[in-house]
């Protein structure tokens, strides 16, 4: 755990601070949990990434999933990609860098970050169940032409457990989105990952500054400790 303290009941362990969470008004949202970022042939390799830095967020991720589910709590999954006529990708978006294969066009797993394809969609081990809401964003940001807002609305939810990838661009834009907007978010640092280590040691830097500037970062020992004493 980030924290070595005798946990306190239903109390998460983390930086800058402990939190404790009014876990019905709390959600797990995993972010971008993609073929096309975490496979080979899809979109973060043709960026010339190494996709197997990805992977060690899986199994932590899996295992908040499944207490996640243990206890009922709302999963929302997110995925990033595009209309197959690209509508809502900005040109330069598209045009940015000098990938070998940009959005739209063919590659192994289907046209490159395109909805529908694929390499858009989730990876079996974090497959989401039908009851679990999968918001499809043409951003970084979770909240920006979603309708992630009005699901959290209608849930009630206050809280957010945030995963996923990549750490300093996709969860740090919904991170930084969702505090404007007066959630709590707590994220998982070691169920979070990027194409660079030292990325991601700094987005979740960044994220637990200056007092928790944009929110907590716990590991997912420490959130599965306060999940499992709340629950007893």
């Known amino acids: 755990m980030l924290n070595s303290a005798k946990p306190t009941p239903g109390v998460i362990s983390a930086e800058p601070e402990p939190i404790k969470l009014d876990w019905p008004a709390t959600a797990l949202l995993i972010i971008d949990m993609q073929r096309d970022f975490m496979e080979p042939g899809g ?7 190494d996709v197997s830095q990805l992977a060690r ?17 709302l999963v929302i999954h997110t995925r990033e990609g595009h209309l197959p006529d690209l509508s809502d990708a900005p040109p330069a978006k598209v045009e940015r860098g000098a990938p070998s294969l940009r959005i739209g066009d063919p590659g192994p797993m289907g046209r490159i970050l395109i909805r ?18 999968v918001i499809d964003k043409p951003g970084k940001g979770a909240f920006y032409a979603t309708e992630l807002t009005d ?4 849930y009630g939810i206050e809280n957010l457990l945030v995963c996923g990838v990549t750490t300093e661009v996709c969860v740090n834009t919904t991170v930084r989105e969702a505090n404007d907007r007066g959630y709590r978010c707590v994220v998982i640092s070691d169920g979070c990952a990027s194409y660079f280590p030292e990325f991601h040691e700094m987005g979740l830097k960044m994220i637990k500054a200056q007092g928790g500037i944009f929110g907590w970062v716990a590991d997912s020992a420490a959130v599965l400790e306060a999940m499992k004493v709340s629950t007893t």
Do not use: C, Q, W
């Not at 979109?43 to 990434?49: H, I, R, S, V």
């Open 151 to 154: 699901v959290l609305e209608k």
């Open 116 to 133: 529908g394809e694929a390499g858009h969609d989730i990876i079996p081990e974090l497959y989401p169940l039908d009851s679990e809401v």
């Open 43 to 49: 979109f973060g390799e043709t960026l010339g990434n």
């Open 57 to 73: 967020a899986v199994n932590p991720i899996g295992a908040v999933l499944k207490a996640a589910r243990d206890t009922g709590m």
